[in-house]
């Protein structure tokens, strides 16, 4: 298969591993409506094209809570990628930190704390849910300090999951889930040797470590459904902000008013996010979110954003509407389930190409230099007074 995109990426995955876990990685919630917004509304951007203008330099570093990133990107948490590769979570980290971008280990991942932190030269960013179980987020916080991890990455669009159809059908959940895993699994004998069978053990790494028993992913879904916190407000971040030492950032950021309540209670970050699509069916792509966030609190928190995100292009798109960082979720997976480490490092070098592409035909050297000013504001609908502008400025 010939692969020069992260879209040949999600056709190698899906021939890759058991439907299971390709449609639980590729599937969003209810109908999918926001899940296709997200790249859908991305695309309709239009980068503003300028010439002539000796682009042979660039510079795509970014500083970003005291860290250079080589690019402005990270790899967002996602969860039992470990499912998806050998120790996915490792090779997935590996290849992040050879390019010199953060790599974000979830909650659920299979590869605990300290199997993946030990695998980076940079120090690792975690991802917290709000679990009912205050006893497990201490825990897990201790331990994410004590290896060594920067950045805290708390998840706040759970409070509970969203259904996703495509799960029961697939067989992730459902009638006989297990049964039909088993099958599928008898399908794709690559995948069963390499993952199934030598990528073992199959347990949620963290919460094992912290029950003390395995959980295997039968348990999974039952466990994560059970233990969201529907009850959580922003008076129960407030020990966790005192605790961790590092940055905080808020995951799951739609609306400006919202924006400006983390800047109040003392973010160091948001994620403009909805989950990739994955919880409330029917809310705004993050693209169309950003604009407004990004007018009521760029420049009091580090502003990151995902969603739909499958092109250097679209890195530079979601920069031009007010992020400094862009986090890649499916992107990366598929790479990942595909190829291993050296798919998620090609899938990075991919993207910086793309950029350079971008920056170099909009006229801009620096990450800085991308701003609303490297879109054609008149047909790009993200922005709702854009047409306006443009009528009133002729
Ligand atoms: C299979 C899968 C698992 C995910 N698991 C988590 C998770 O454990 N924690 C979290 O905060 N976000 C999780 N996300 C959401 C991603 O962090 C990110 O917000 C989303 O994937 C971005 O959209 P994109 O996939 O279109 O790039 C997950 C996404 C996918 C696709």
Redesign the pocket.
Known sequence: MIISSAKDYRAAAKAKVPPFLFH???GGAYDEYT?RR??EDLAQIALRQRILRNMSALNLETKLFNETLAMPVAL?????CGMYARRGEVQAASAADKKGIPF?L????LCPIEEVAPAMKRPMWF?L?VLRDRGFMRNVLERAQAAGCSTL?F?V??PVPGARYRDAHSGMSGPNAAMRRYLQSALYPQWAWDVGINGRPHDLGNISAYRGEPTKLEDYIGWLGNNFDPSISWRDLEWIRDFWKGPMVI??ILDPEDARDAVRFGADGI?V??????QLDGVLS?ARALPAIADAVKGDLAILA?????SGLDVVRMIALGADTV?????F?YALAAAGEAGVTNLLNLFEKEMRVAMTLTGARTIAEITRDSLVQAVSPMRPDALADAVANG
Do not use: E, I
Request: aromatic share 4%.
């Open positions: 639980y990685a590729d899940l997200n790249s967002a948490p996602v969860g039992l974000t979830s909650t659920v991942s991802q849910y990455v998840t669009d759970m995951k799951g994620v996010s909805n989950h990739g699509g994955r993050s995902d969603g739909g995100v499958r986090l890649l979720g499916r992107a997976l």
